[in-house]
């Protein structure tokens, strides 16, 4: 839930940085946070889930 939430937090700061640097207007803004909404609620959300969970635990595992 940490992870999943802390990804939601950046995407946003990043949607907010493109929008206000006018790298990507409101209009393709707004499609882009659909297609989100609606490709969690496909039979894909699961595949996507488990892929973004083994590159935190990738991440997560690597010591400096």
């Known amino acids: 839930m940490a992870i999943s939430l802390s990804v939601v937090l950046l995407l946003a700061i990043i949607l907010v940085v493109l ?3 006018g ?4 209009g393709p803004a707004i499609v882009a946070i659909l297609f989100g909404f ?3 609620s496909t039979g894909m ?4 889930q488990r892929f ?11 010591r400096f």
């Not at 790298?23 to 409101?26: E, F, N």
């Open 45 to 48: 959300a699961g595949d996507i």
């Open 52 to 62: 973004l969970n083994s590159i935190a635990s990738t991440i997560n595992s690597i």
């Open 19 to 21: 929008i206000r640097g």
């Open 23 to 26: 790298s990507i207007k409101a």
């Open 38 to 40: 609606f490709l969690a």
